[in-house]
């Protein structure tokens, strides 16, 4: 039972996620929400079928609020529970992990302070999700050479070092294996990318360091981005990356990009797919945007 003077909310926390020293903020967070009229019911991500039931408890009951204080997989894991739902509570984000690339595509710092402050201004706004079959991603979904390196990264080593760990497997990657099996991505009737050794899926353009291969844009509701890269010598590669990053001319056709709404992709059987960093197995390779299917505690000025 809800009392008018209060805020009911879930609280769902990944010990585990990110560098250690963010957790010792986690006491400061739960006090403040409380302070801010909310009752917190906190549940944790180690014990995962009593994370999914309160999640389910709390879309279904109507709470005012669930929050998560954790990373992109994390955030992840939550969204397969929380956009099947037909009642979804406004979702406040906390970055305890590596890269946090959706709590800076919202608008949210990893300074502690700030992600509070964001709570405490009330300020929410409506977003776009995406869905591949039956799952479900905020960030970036993508397969094909590469694309396994958020999750097979060394946890330890992230704990440690961070981003950097990313980079230094990417590294390996890119110089030490093979590229995958070629996809193809059918856009519309008239638009296929084949001969694909990776692609990418992103929610707005601010994903590592990819938002420098992307123009900014202002009318991206409804859309996502297609990064799609064609099998090519990986040195050529690597130079033309590098061009872009770089915003050097560059007509290279390796690269394409384009805004999508949907889409259906040819993807082997023997490529995973990877949704804001998780892996996963799906039989459906079909594609769309979801739009304003969430709404989120933002900073005002994102």
């Given at each position: ?7 009911q ?61 954790g ?66 991603f ?62 990418l ?69 023997s490529?995973?797919?990877?949704l ?27």
């Open positions: 039972m809800k009392h008018t003077s209060e805020k909310a879930l609280m769902i926390y990944n010990p585990f996620s990110g560098q250690r020293k963010i957790h010792k903020n986690f006491p400061k967070i739960t006090t403040k929400l409380r302070e801010l009229g909310y009752a917190l019911f906190i549940q944790k991500v180690t014990e995962r079928e009593k994370a999914d039931l309160a999640l389910k408890n709390a879309c279904s009951n109507k709470w005012d609020a669930i929050f998560i204080a990373g992109d997989g994390t955030i992840n894991n939550c969204l397969q529970i929380i956009a099947e739902e037909e009642n979804r509570p406004q979702i406040g984000i906390f970055p305890f992990g590596t890269s946090n690339e959706f709590a800076q595509y919202i608008g949210v710092s990893s300074n502690i302070n700030h992600a509070l402050s964001v709570i405490e201004t009330n300020y929410t706004k409506p977003i776009d999700i995406g869905k591949f079959g039956s799952q479900y905020v960030n970036i979904a993508s397969a094909g050479w590469l694309s396994d390196i958020t999750y097979k990264t060394s946890p330890l080593l992230k704990s440690y070092i961070g981003e950097w760990a990313y980079v230094l497997y990417f590294l390996k990657t890119f110089f030490m294996t093979k590229q995958s099996t070629p996809i193809t991505v059918n856009v519309s009737t008239d638009e296929v990318h084949s001969d694909l050794s990776l692609f899926i992103m929610n707005g353009n601010a994903v590592g360091p990819f938002e420098r291969l992307i123009k900014s844009s202002t009318n991206d509701n409804g859309y996502f981005h297609l990064l799609a890269c064609k099998k090519t010598n990986r040195i050529l590669l690597f130079v033309i990356l590098l061009a872009k990053l770089c915003h050097l001319s560059n007509n290279s056709t390796i690269i394409r990009h384009t805004k999508i709404q949907s889409g259906h992709f040819s993807i082997p059987d490529i995973a797919l990877n804001d960093g998780e892996k996963y197995q799906v039989q459906d390779f079909q594609f769309k945007v979801l739009p304003q299917h969430l709404h989120v505690f933002s900073s005002r000025q994102n």
